[in-house]
């Protein structure tokens, strides 16, 4: 067991996480970023065309770019599961699933969500094969090409119209024949001529042999499609920090100030987890919370 003191610990080593150690290290704060799975999500994209200066490239080397990055300007990197969480006083503790003791003023909560998954056969099998969870991520790919769309709110919905501007014909699936989206979305998708509707439904099989070519529903019937973008929510990953009671929206996203600080005092967010930025779930976004964050508790640490 260890017990080592730093000015920051960043928890997440993901997009928001490594922007986040590189900015607090510029600063001269001694920083450790700790995440038991280098580069989240963004780590399984196939490729990714829309993250600035980086005209195409898979998500596993822009995060190890992030990750370079934050090593060389002087974070360090513990690869591991964060257990508990406490703050005592003025300090939080933090310890590893391998026993590990640490003590910080200041922590930076970048642990970003987990979307939904459907839970249909093939869909895990297929994640990587045009199984989607972000159409402003994935949609370029599908110009001129036949997809489907799970989910009935808002976000499926404002999906579901950004894809019929590139693809040839979108497929919403959901489960009821009524929305939660609101009725502006749906009369526009209703008003678009590539976009088609079944409802009562559920996808029950993702099937394909390198990539996905056919959706298979409960009710018997299938779809020809060469990609399924699920929007079915997600679920911002705050486990960690519940008990401290911080406010959270009705999402469960973290409530943060412009500042990037939660309502527990030194406790910052940055990413997917917090309500800023307009929850634009982006890695551009989320850099750049992680880098405004730092940039704070460098300020605070100046006030002394």
């Known amino acids: 067991m260890t017990h080592t003191d730093y000015d920051l610990i960043i928890i997440g080593a993901w997009s928001a996480g490594y922007p986040t150690g590189m900015y607090a290290s510029r600063y001269k704060i001694n920083n450790l970023i700790i995440g038991g799975q280098p580069g989240g999500a963004l780590a399984t994209s196939h490729k990714v065309e829309n993250y600035p200066g980086t005209v195409s490239a ?24 964060i257990t508990d969480v406490n703050k005592i006083d003025d300090h939080f503790h933090i310890k590893t699933s391998t026993g590990k003791e640490f003590k910080t003023k200041y922590v930076v909560l970048a642990t970003g969500n987990n979307y939904r998954h459907l839970g249909a056969k093939g869909e895990e099998e297929m994640l990587g094969k045009w199984v989607s969870y972000c159409a402003t991520c994935d949609g370029n790919f599908f110009k001129a090409r036949d997809v489907v769309l799970v989910g009935g709110g808002n976000t499926a919905f404002t999906e579901a119209l950004y894809l019929a501007e590139l693809c040839n014909k979108v497929t919403i699936v959901h489960r009821r024949d009524t929305f939660r989206a609101e009725d502006i979305w749906v009369e526009q998708a209703k008003k678009t001529e590539n976009i088609e509707f079944v409802l009562n439904d559920e996808v029950e099989e993702i099937s394909g042999k390198f990539f996905v070519e056919e959706i298979k529903l ?87």
Not at 64 to 81: K, N, P, Q, V, Y
């Open 58 to 81: 898979s998500g596993k080397a822009i995060m190890d770019d992030f990750r370079e990055h934050a090593i060389t300007s002087g974070s360090d990197i513990l690869e591991e599961m």
């Open 218 to 304: 409960k009710s018997g019937n299938s779809i020809k499609a060469d990609g399924i973008f699920v929007a079915v929510g997600s679920n911002p990953n705050t486990g960690l920090v519940e008990h401290l009671n911080p406010e959270k929206d009705d999402e469960g996203c973290l409530v943060v100030d412009a500042r990037q600080e939660t309502t527990i005092p030194w406790l910052f967010a940055a990413g997917d987890v917090t309500t800023n930025s307009n929850k634009f779930k982006q890695t551009i976004m989320s850099a750049a919370e992680g880098c405004l964050a730092a940039d704070s508790i460098h300020e605070d640490i100046l006030r002394g």
